[in-house]
């Protein structure tokens, strides 16, 4: 079974460019999850999918962050536009139930510079 | 407010030397702890689920319980392999979605041949 994919697996972009995160989940699973860790600090938890619809979104620290999951398949996070303190690893999960099983990607490290 | 906290916040041992590390929490009602272990560059890969008071859990050299308050991970007889950080997280019985965990900072893990 494949496991979760994210990609790229490293980002450095600019301060005010955009920056789009991409993760596939495990086939079947209907629940995921993204999760961000900033240096120094706890991974915490930023929004979670059921299929495509947004399950719970209290976890996104502003509007300059977009998460799709069109088709319920890949999910998108978006950046727009990026400021330094986006800069962290940004992780994906995924579950066949909700909240449990949980199987994370390797994640996406972004550095905004 | 929700907390994990998790110590010691790193912690060097000699092969074959046993210890264990703690995650306290503070949640008002507590649906799951979970135990991850991270490998750099990776993410987090799960390790055991407890649901309640006196549960406990094994997996090779590794053994996790749970009172009201706090989990421990116990290491028995550590290889270099099980270096690692080891991660803690709980997720609530409330609140708009049961798939968020929070996080612990995490113990980082290393044995030494």
């Known amino acids: 079974e494949a496991g979760v994919t994210q990609f790229p697996s490293h980002s450095v972009i600019e301060k005010g460019q955009t920056v789009t995160l991409r993760c596939d989940p495990i086939?079947?699973?209907?629940?995921l999850y993204w999760y961000r860790r900033v240096m120094g600090k706890e991974i915490k938890f930023l929004l979670h999918f059921v299929k495509e619809s947004k399950q719970d979104e209290s976890g996104m620290p502003n509007n300059r962050f977009l998460a799709e999951r069109t088709g319920g398949t890949y999910s998108t996070l978006k950046v727009q536009p990026a400021e330094l303190e986006d800069s962290g690893v940004y992780f994906c999960?995924?579950?066949?139930?909700?909240?449990?099983?949980?199987?994370f990607g390797s994640g996406t490290r972004l550095t905004v510079v | 407010e929700d907390q994990v906290t998790q110590s010691p916040e790193a912690l060097r041992l000699q092969e074959g030397e046993s210890s264990s590390l703690n995650c306290s929490y503070t949640?008002?009602?507590?649906?799951?702890l979970f135990w991850y272990r991270q490998d750099p560059g990776k993410g987090p890969e799960f390790l055991f689920t407890?649901?309640?008071a006196g549960e406990e859990k094994e997996k090779e050299r590794l053994k996790a319980t749970l009172t009201k308050k706090e989990s421990f991970l116990h290491i028995t007889a550590p290889k270099p392999e099980d270096s690692a950080t080891y991660l803690c997280?709980?997720?609530?019985?409330?609140?708009?979605?049961?798939?968020?965990?929070?996080f612990g900072k995490g113990t980082k893990l290393s044995v030494k041949p």
């Open positions: 997280a709980v997720q609530m019985n409330y609140g708009g979605s049961q798939g968020n965990l929070i």
């Open positions: 407890l649901y309640s």
């Open positions: 086939s079947g699973h209907d629940n």
């Open positions: 949640v008002s009602g507590l649906r799951g």
């Open positions: 999960a995924s579950s066949q139930e909700e909240g449990l099983g949980y199987t």
